[in-house]
């Protein structure tokens, strides 16, 4: 049986977050009843002009930029022609023969292998509409909300020899978009979506097999799936004696399998041309300038510095700097509080689990920023104690509460007056005489014992360490 090599190339397939669509006044909200974010330009009517949208086109730049690609300076629109139900132009605006951004390169590291992925290209263009298929009815409706949402889409070379490369770059132009602030790129949402171009050849070969796409795919673990999923399928059919067709495949992740939607376009399919309703667009050197200058730390920067700068694994930084949501708590919790290593320990322990039990992401965050720098304040002067504090904590997490608010609310400010300790833990030795001599006679794992009855008995609310050291006095003199 031969070795066979799997070899990829990727569309993804950016919303950018502007508060317009990329040719009209339409608002882009995710969401609203269906087809009432909709105009005459959107929505195609006769006689109607598109306006481009000057936001889109530096969101462009900035994801070019980050991505490490050429600008092109004179660039413009072309008209993709074809017929689909959610597409009321019946043509696409997009970019074929100048796209803004050419040439990239995006460096991933997956099973501790780096590889460089190729950017081809980045181009503008509008969003479609959605089909939504009621099987009640037997029918298809259309919302055509979505024409018109202005996109990106990042075209790499066929680079990727595995799903877990796959993976890994897609979490990367995720990061590095987000923290651009051009997408929140919520898969979830669609505004991150990928269309996997895959086939298979025999190592050593050249030449390139014959490519399936699967398209719109939008969550990491089905595109992983898919993946290994259709390379199988395309092995077996070449094994079998049969021939592997260029065409369009719809997974079904349920279902583990993919299934033949039409045979797959070529760009001369498309009839394309330019677009004569939109001048071309010309960008001075001096602006792609002033917009590198603006971009932010990006992750792989930040990642360096957490590392150097706040003494943080290398583990935590890259998982910290894997979201800017998760950035924008670590730092402000770490100014708050002092503490960079603090800070890293009750995200990566606290708050990451709190996320997995409730299978949310970072972007999901509802508590304020400064929340758990506040209660970390409040820990490292003692205030309360960790235990105290991770209590607090998990009421922020599911309730948005107030956390010095809460504390004194509930009465949960630390005890360290000695004065006050002392006869409470008096009180324990006396009602626990075996575990007292056992202790005097040699047992320590008893001290322990006692110290926990004691924090018991002062309702959590004491100085762990203050307990310890009254215990162990009183302890003493016996």
Known sequence: MNTYEVVMGLEVHVELSTKSKIFCGCTTEFGGAPNTHVCEVCSGMPGTLPTLNRQVVEYAIRAGLATNCEITRYNKFDRKNYFYPDLPKAYQVSQLYLPICRNGRVDVTACGVTTHIGIHEIHMEEDAGKLIHDPWDDCTLVDYNRCGVPLIEIVSDPDFRSADEVVAYLEKLKSTLQYLGVSDCKMEEGSMRADINLSIRPVGQAEYGTRTEMKNMASLKAIARAIDGESKRQIELIEDGGTVHQETRRWDDNKGHSYAMRSKE????????????????????????????????????????????????????????????????????????????????????????????????????????????VILQMVLEGKINRATGRKVFAEVYTNDVDPKAYV????????????????????????????????????????????????????????????RDVLQALLDKL
Not at 331 to 351: H, Q, V
Not at 352 to 373: R, V
Not at 425 to 441: C, T
């Open 408 to 467: 004194e609310a509930h009465g949960l400010i630390q005890v360290s007056d000695t004065g006050s300790i002392e006869p409470v833990i008096a009180d324990v030795i006396a009602k626990n005489e075996k575990a007292v001599s056992e202790y005097l006679a040699g047992n320590e794992k008893n001290f322990q014992f006692l110290v926990g009855q004691s924090m018991k008995a002062l309702r959590g609310k004491a100085d762990p360490q203050v307990v």
């Open 266 to 373: 070529d760009a001369q399919d498309y009839k394309y041309f330019p677009e004569p309703d939109l001048l071309p667009i010309v960008i001075e050197q001096g602006h792609i300038e002033d917009v590198r200058a603006s971009l932010p730390e990006l992750p792989e920067a930040k990642k360096a510095r957490y590392i150097t700068e706040y003494g943080l694994p290398e583990y935590d930084a890259d998982i910290l700097t894997g979201s800017k949501y998760l950035v924008k708590i670590f730092e402000r919790t770490a100014e708050l509080c002092g503490s960079p290593k603090d800070a890293s320990n009750w995200i990566m322990t606290d708050l990451l689990k709190m996320l997995n039990d409730s299978q949310m992401l970072p972007e999901d965050i509802h508590f304020g920023s400064d929340s758990l720098g």
